[in-house]
């Protein structure tokens, strides 16, 4: 006991050290409760074109199909907030893009912190996933006690709002489990609902994908419904919409990450200048962003629907 309490003080601890807002540990088991849920949300086809979300359903249950002997399941949320802000006249992007992409940011954080754990504890197997992987990553840190989830289908927590990624480190070490955020504190607030111009919050923690204007703008790849015209509120990659109106973000500080850091050019640029962004000026703004998902013509196309 004593050692597996030793173990998950180092492990909170050096995570913190590396930058993390929150951390939490909890079993590595299957996850009784949401295998329904993903199976009725898949059914109704929420997810679109976004056919890579029924790919392995058994793995996005089960840790323990990811890593061999898994005990563990660490869960961390990393702030990406920030109150820079685009020029008022311009085509929006989502604040999570605005520096590096957080995959490979976050993610070498990850693997040092498994690094680190190995240099502490010995032969330590694990993996490191930053939404690249089939992991129910909400339900895991809500399991092990960051926030809860909110009507907005993100994450929540007291003291910094939502604006954070997730991520998880999958070990095959027994710690300290922590108690499940057991309690939702979004009470009969309804601010995320109300906002969302395209209706995809469509019941309580319930989002349809394949209706949010983060998925039309980064993920469709084909052409964006016209009945869709003139609700995008020009949002041109990813949408804040739902997180900019919950009240828990006026919680939310500046993150303190380099890397994530807008370019100042992105900050300052007006709606007719990314109406004329030439690849070149693309390929600079977003040399190493999440932004480069959509394409040079995946970002015209979305700029060419908000006109």
Known sequence: MIQKSAYSTFIKETAKQLGFTNVGIAKAEFLDNEAPKLEEWLKRNYQGEMRYMENHFDLRLDPRKLVDNAKSVVSLS???????KQNEESFKISKYAFGEDYHHVVKEKLKILLQKIQQEIGAV?????????????RAWATKSGIGWIGKHSLLINKNQGSFFFLAELI??????YDAPFATDHCGTCTACIDACPTDAIVENKVVDGSKCISYFTIELKDA?????????????????????VCPWNRFSK????????????????NKKEWKEITEDVFH??????????????GLKRNIQFLE
């Open 78 to 84: 990393y702030n990406y907030y920030t109150e820079k």
């Open 171 to 176: 070990i095959d070490v027994e710690l300290d």
């Open 284 to 297: 600079e703004l977003f040399k190493k962003s999440a932004v480069t998902r959509t394409k040079y013509e």
């Open 224 to 244: 964006i419904p016209t009945a869709y015209k003139n609700q995008f509120q020009d949002w041109m990659f990813g949408c804040d919409i739902c997180q900019d």
């Open 125 to 137: 197997h694990g993996r490191c996933f930053v939404d690249s992987a089939p992991v129910l990553e």
């Open 254 to 269: 500046p993150h303190t990450e380099p890397k994530f850091e807008p370019n100042h050019k992105l900050l300052s640029m």
